[in-house]
């Protein structure tokens, strides 16, 4: 008897009859004698025609207001998928978040996990009860809803399974597992059987959104091990847990994409000690995450300063600088939001030169002109216009042939 923690992602509950599907399964593994947690999304598309909503009423809603609508999406599918449930003849019961209570710090759209108490639901686990939990959500300090970030059911799914040291979590997707590059962008991408967490960090971290990078942090931080599955068809998936040093790992992972990133360029800055500290600590004070930082060589004691940011941070960004470009007697600062950024990534480039020599050769025989790059360890970035985004993923996951399973060092 094992205490299993599944995760059902939008798709996976995007309909009543999708639903009732779960539900069997969910049955079918607790007449085996299994405790389930069950944690759950909002169907698919409700969490974006709710912030539509909230954008229609205001152009910049409060974010402590756009927590208690957005949570409303995963209310309506604990609810379903208990009632789902009880129609099998299967005990379960509902939670939001805050009557886990899964306590959360206070950053409103990207709060993070600071406690669980697993007592209540693990009473009810012990009496016999499938519990179902809302994902993505949480409570703070003064009992406002937060929500964790978007994709932040994995996280709630990894936290639980981590708070209640479930055996196994599950999650379930609109894919059989974790691939090479988004399988909706590259036809001939291949599944990964197995992924350390580093890989899986790195990956999310980069743009596959398949797993949010937070649920993965967790899972690596308590040792959570977890599969990717897809909740349509039977597979193994992908398992991703700690590493094992004896295993050999491949050259490249993967290629990941992101579509939104904007770009902010401020010119004209002079070049004196402490500007990028003015320029990007007001920035990171805002709780808005900057990616990609260049700072050109000055010319005539001037220079520009461009980062990188999510898109939709972009406006507040803008506004923000506006006051300091005038404070530093810069030129000017302009926006962008026409970006893609594409990566390869993968541990076992650590070993290996030449990689970025491939990746630049590639995209230049496609005619695609890089505006930014970055490089650690183990992934290089770049940026390029979002219009080339397919095309370049496509040309990268040729150029390192990644649809054949070879490359381990
Ligand atoms: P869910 O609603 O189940 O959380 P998501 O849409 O968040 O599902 O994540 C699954 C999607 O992630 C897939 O449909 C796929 O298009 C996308 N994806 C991006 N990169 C990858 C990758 N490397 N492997 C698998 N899926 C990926
Ligand atoms: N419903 C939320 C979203 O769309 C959370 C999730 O699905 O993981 O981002
Ligand atoms: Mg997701």
Redesign the pocket.
């Known amino acids: 008897m094992a205490l299993i923690v599944e995760k059902y992602?939008?798709t996976s509950v995007g309909s009543v009859e999708r639903i009732r599907k779960i539900a069997r399964r969910v049955q079918a593994s607790w007449q085996e004698g299994n405790r389930m947690v069950v944690v759950v999304?909002?169907m698919s598309g409700?969490?974006?025609r709710l912030l539509g909503l909230a954008g229609e009423i205001s152009p910049r809603p409060s974010a402590r207001e756009v927590d208690t609508l957005?949570s409303t999406?995963?209310q309506v599918t604990i609810a379903l998928m208990s009632l789902a449930l009880h129609e099998l003849g299967v005990p379960a019961r509902s939670y939001a978040g805050f009557q886990v209570p899964i306590k959360t710090d206070s950053i409103h759209g990207k709060a993070r996990i600071e406690d669980i108490s697993g007592e209540r639901v693990m009473a009810d686990l012990e009496a016999g009860k499938v519990v179902v939990i809302a994902?993505?959500q949480g409570i703070d300090s003064e009992n406002a809803i937060t929500t964790l970030g978007?994709?932040?059911?994995?996280t709630t799914a990894v936290a639980m399974a981590a708070a209640l040291k479930a055996d196994e979590c599950r999650i379930f997707t609109d894919v059989d597992g974790v691939y090479t590059a988004d399988p909706r962008i590259v036809e001939n991408a291949r599944r990964i059987d197995y992924l350390t967490f580093e890989e899986m960090l790195e990956l999310s971290g980069a743009g596959a959104r398949v797993m949010?990078i937070r649920a993965v942090e967790f899972a690596s931080k308590y040792d959570v091990a977890f599969r990717v599955l897809s909740s349509f068809e039977d597979g193994v998936g992908t398992l991703i847990s700690c590493e094992d040093s004896s295993m050999e790992r491949p050259l490249i992972s993967g290629i990941t994409s992101v579509d939104n990133e904007a770009k902010v360029t401020i010119r004209g800055v002079p070049d004196r000690p402490g500007i990028a500290y003015s320029i990007l600590n007001p920035v990171s004070e805002a709780h808005i995450n900057v990616d990609m930082i260049v700072q050109n060589v000055g010319t005539d004691s001037l220079t520009d300063l461009t980062f990188t940011i999510n898109q939709d941070d972009l406006e507040r960004t803008l506004a923000l600088l506006e006051p300091v470009v005038r404070e530093l007697d810069a030129e000017t600062v302009v926006g962008d939001s026409s970006l893609a950024k594409i990566s390869v990534v993968g541990v076992g480039m650590r070993s290996h030169a030449g990689i970025a020599t491939t990746m630049f050769r590639a995209l230049s025989e496609k005619g695609i002109n890089i505006q930014i790059i970055s490089t650690s360890e183990i992934k290089i970035s770049v940026t390029i216009d979002r219009e080339y985004l397919e095309l370049a993923v496509r040309a990268l996951h040729n150029a390192f042939e990644l649809h054949v399973a070879a490359g381990i060092e």
């Open positions: 992602g939008g999304s909002a409700e969490t974006n957005v999406g995963e994902g993505f978007r994709g932040g059911t994995d949010q």
